[in-house]
C-alpha cells in the first residue's frame, strides 16, 4: 500500500473517531473548538448529530409535530402544517426528515429555544401568503401535537400505523398587528 493511501485511510479513521466522541469532549478550551470546527461543519451538513439518547435503554416515546393556526383580521383561521417527515417523498426525507424531526424533538419546542419561535410563525406567515395572499393575518398561534408511545411490551404499534390520539397545545402566539 502506497504511503499516500495510508495517510487517507488514517485520516479518515481519525476524522470518525473525532466525529462519535464529539458529544463527550468539552467544547469550553480554545483548543478543542479549533479541532472540532471541520467536524462540527460536517455534523450539521448531514445532520448526523450523535445524542446519548441513540444508545439509551429507554429511548424517546415521544411523537411530535408542529402547527400554526394564522388568525386573518375577519375572524377565520387556516392552519399551515410544517412537514411531517411521514409525508415527504424520498428526497424531501434526505433534504428535511432527519433535520426537521431533530428541530421538533430537540430543537424549536424546547423552552430554551423560544428565540425561534417567532422565525418560525414568520416562516408560516410567509408560507400561508403564497396562497392567502389577500388576506391580512392578526396573530400566529404556534401549536405542538405530541403523542407518548407506549411501553412496547404493553401495546403493539405497526410501523407506519397512523394515531390519531395527539394532545394539542398552544405553546407561542405571535401578534402581527
Excluded: C
Amino acid at each position: 500500500m502506497s504511503r499516500g493511501k495510508k495517510i487517507i485511510i488514517s485520516a479518515f479513521i481519525v476524522f470518525n473517531f473525532l466525529s462519535m466522541i464529539r458529544v463527550h469532549v468539552p467544547m469550553e478550551t480554545k483548543l478543542f473548538s479549533t479541532i472540532y470546527k471541520p467536524v462540527d461543519l460536517y455534523l450539521s451538513f448531514f445532520s448526523i448529530y450523535q445524542d446519548w439518547m441513540m444508545f439509551a435503554k429507554n429511548p424517546s416515546r415521544t411523537n411530535s409535530y408542529l402547527t400554526a393556526d394564522i388568525e386573518f383580521i375577519d375572524g377565520s383561521i387556516e392552519t399551515f402544517h410544517f412537514p411531517k417527515s411521514s409525508e415527504l417523498k424520498h428526497f424531501e426525507k434526505y433534504k428535511f426528515g432527519e433535520r426537521y424531526r431533530k428541530i421538533i424533538s430537540e430543537g424549536i419546542i424546547t423552552s430554551n429555544k423560544k428565540f425561534l419561535w417567532k422565525d418560525a410563525a414568520r416562516f408560516s406567515l410567509r408560507k400561508m401568503k403564497e396562497t392567502q395572499f389577500a388576506r391580512i393575518p392578526k396573530r400566529v398561534f404556534l401549536k405542538k401535537h405530541t403523542f407518548v408511545i407506549p411501553e412496547w411490551k404493553s401495546q403493539f404499534i405497526p410501523h407506519y400505523s397512523k394515531n390519531k390520539i395527539y394532545q394539542s397545545t398552544i405553546f407561542y402566539t405571535h401578534e402581527v398587528i
